[in-house]
């Protein structure tokens, strides 16, 4: 069975700091992986993806994300925060012989002033 | 183009009742797929459904059932409900079955109470 597991829960940055969301995951088979974000009573936006090719993989707002086969982990990270980049993070997982995204518990990033 | 969109947005219902949750794909898409996330959790699956029969389904109780029907839109229906039924209910769209990767749009959900 496949499962996503994201190391914290809550991740709380001074604006413009770096930050890591870790996401590791485990399956039998390959997977696609993604991120996803969920703001305030608010569905869940697809942030970024890796299916194939290049192992870094970079979304319009600054985030970038890098596949580790060896590690089976796929950590998202920004060099500089905004406020407005305060949300609930999902690492999730299809893997290959399915349409079934597995989630992790998901991370809170609480940007401060 | 209107992506996908859900009703109700917010529902409360007793134990023991039924309920009916309702999902129109994005434009040009023909897979639904169900989606439950316990408040603090991540979104769990529930089932997807393509050409009108459910195609996979994961770890969920026959209480929990579906329709598709043939302009794509879906149903989600729960028995009995229980006080763990509780939750933001998601639904995601996209084009074509499982065993290829197809990005799916998420809808913004229906909250359900149970009392």
């Known amino acids: 069975a496949q499962s996503v597991t994201q190391l914290d829960s809550q991740v709380p940055v001074f604006e413009e700091a770096p930050v890591e969301l870790r996401c590791n995951y485990s399956s039998s088979v390959s997977v696609y992986l993604f991120w996803y974000v969920q703001y305030p009573n608010q569905g869940l936006q697809l942030l970024l993806k890796y299916l194939s090719g290049s192992t870094l993989v970079e979304s319009i707002n600054g985030f970038e994300a890098e596949f580790n086969k060896s590690q089976t982990s796929f950590h998202l990270r920004k060099p500089s925060v905004h406020i407005s980049d305060t949300a609930e993070y999902f690492c999730?997982?299809?893997?290959?012989?399915?349409?079934?995204?597995?989630f992790g518990q998901g991370t809170t990033l609480q940007v401060k002033p | 183009d209107a992506g996908v969109t859900q009703s109700p947005t917010h529902l409360i219902k007793t134990r023991g009742q039924q309920v009916t949750l309702r999902c129109s794909p994005k434009?040009?898409?023909?897979?639904v797929s169900w989606y439950q996330q316990a408040l603090g959790q991540g979104p769990q699956f529930i089932f997807q459904?393509?050409?009108?029969?459910?195609?996979q389904r994961g770890n969920f109780p026959d209480r929990f059932s579906g329709h598709q029907f043939p302009n794509y839109s879906s149903e989600l229906n729960v028995n009995a409900l229980l006080l763990g039924d509780s939750a933001l209910y998601l639904c995601?769209?996209?084009?074509?079955?499982?065993?290829?990767?197809?990005?799916?749009?998420f809808g913004p959900g229906t909250r359900l109470t149970v009392l």
């Open positions: 434009s040009g898409h023909d897979t």
């Open positions: 999730a997982v299809i893997p290959s012989n399915t349409g079934k995204l597995i």
């Open positions: 995601a769209s996209s084009l074509g079955l499982a065993g290829s990767y197809n990005e799916q749009f």
């Open positions: 459904y393509y050409e009108e029969e459910e195609r």
